[in-house]
């Protein structure tokens, strides 16, 4: 038996991944840049075994499907090539998150499943490795490795494509992020189908890939320069990009629903009246306010005028990926 478990943060993008050159190795088209949270987390522990006759994996304590397992048995397939251990593995993850509104992140569960992974089968990677191990299970998981600000490589091979940190002089601990959680129903199309119709059809997409370096090469000024304004105005922009390219997409669709709109619109009347505050939105409609954390409490309850408590979470920045003690084995 080898055990092993991990704890990795999620994480959100300021400028977005969106589309891939190679579906199998999760290469990008171009390269992102994100902040690493802690307000949401997974915690994974797997455990390989002779005895075990297959896969099995269990998400805050419930067997799942097939579907549902068959990302981890990839990924799991794909740690037992790369370490020559063919044994089959169960895999316990366990969400962290404030309340069950579909925020359920690949991000942080791909990355904490390496992170398992590394430790049970004592693989010792180094940080850039784990990276470009996560990054084939979800691409988003590869920024999960750090904490703070992350820039994904895109590279154009599995060796040269992984995440790194970006030097920030500990600015992240003066920013936070607020998500106001939409329920609304949204059409259901997953980042990885989302963005693969779009680089298949959208006329908008070569446009994306021309524009991202421009907005990489900003938010990398406004860290260095600690530019909050200079940060936020990239980050809301470059989003706006990217939902663009899904509705020239061919079927067209969009993540925004009318509560997604109803907060992106109470972001730009706070920024009016003087509040510096940006939006960003991922492959659904919740929306994510990134603000400084000196204005925090006062735009948080400035969003509660329109938005309940209970749909409004705070996030500071968060750690990276760690080793956790593994519990006795069954
Ligand atoms: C919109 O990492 O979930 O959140 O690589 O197919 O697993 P796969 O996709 P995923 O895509 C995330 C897309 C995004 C933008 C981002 O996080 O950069």
New binding site residues.
Partial sequence: MHNGKARAFTNI?LI???GKKDQQL?LPMNN?L?LTLDAFYTETSVSFSKKYTADSFYLDGQLQDEKSTEKVRRFLDLVREQSQFFEYAIVQSQNFVPTAAGLAS??SGLAALAGACNDALGLNLSDKELSRLARKG????CRSIYGGFVEWEKGDSDQNSYALPVPSNHWEDELAMIFILINDKAKDIS??NG?QRTVATSTYYTDWVKNVDIDIKKAREAITTHDFQALGEVTESNCLKMHATTLAASPPFTYWTPNSLKAMNKVHTMRQAGQDCYFTM??GPNVKVLCQKKDSQKIYHELQKEFPAEQLVMAYAGKGMETLETEVAK
Avoid: F
């Fill in positions: 993008a977005k991944y969106w999760i992102s994100s690949s991000a979800s691409g988003s998981a980042s990885r963005m991922d492959a």
